[in-house]
């Protein structure tokens, strides 16, 4: 049968190089996607297209690469200085642009009724989940960290 060795591990105890190359990859997949869309020249007919038309706020694809490509500049400036609630800020920032790209990519999918087209922006979905993830657990940690650093929790701010 199977054979279930049971110890001290936990979920979520992972070493600290597992989550250094999460974020490294979230980080580079969020500045190819926005390289991609800051040069982006669909077709009228294409997916893309379709997914500008139909994005919230109808501000283009342009628009939201830029927005990747702040969101992974604020995460890299960050992570360089260990300032906790910049990285936060970038992935919420990430998460929000994977939002509205989904939201018109589901848009331009829903258009025919065969839901052909339909797995890229529920993989974008995977995407917003994984940064907020992130940024709910990077501000966590963080708020463990000042705790320790002034005493514990009865220490008065």
Not at 59 to 64: A, D, E, N, P, V
Not at 76 to 104: D, E, K, M, Q
Not at 112 to 139: K, M
Not at 141 to 156: E, F, M, P, T, Y
Request: hydrophobic share 55%; net charge positive.
């Amino acid at each position: 049968m199977l054979d279930l060795h049971r110890g001290k591990w936990r979920v979520g105890d992972f070493p600290r190089w597992v989550m250094i190359v999460v974020q490294v990859y979230v980080i580079f997949q969020a500045t190819i996607r926005g390289l991609d869309y800051l040069g982006a020249q669909p077709a009228a007919a294409s997916g893309l297209a379709r997914a500008e038309r139909d994005a919230l706020f109808g501000l283009g694809l342009t628009f939201w690469g830029i927005v990747f490509l702040v969101g992974a500049s604020v995460f890299l400036v960050g992570a360089g200085f260990r300032w906790w609630s910049w990285i936060v800020t970038a992935h919420l920032v990430i998460a929000a642009a994977y939002f509205v790209v989904s939201w018109g990519l589901f848009g331009a999918a829903f258009v025919n009724h065969y839901w052909q087209g339909i797995r890229t922006p529920s993989g974008l979905l995977g995407a917003v989940l994984l940064h907020c993830v992130l940024a709910i657990g990077t501000a966590a940690l963080a708020r463990q960290s000042k705790i320790r650093q002034q005493g514990g929790l009865g220490a008065v701010e």
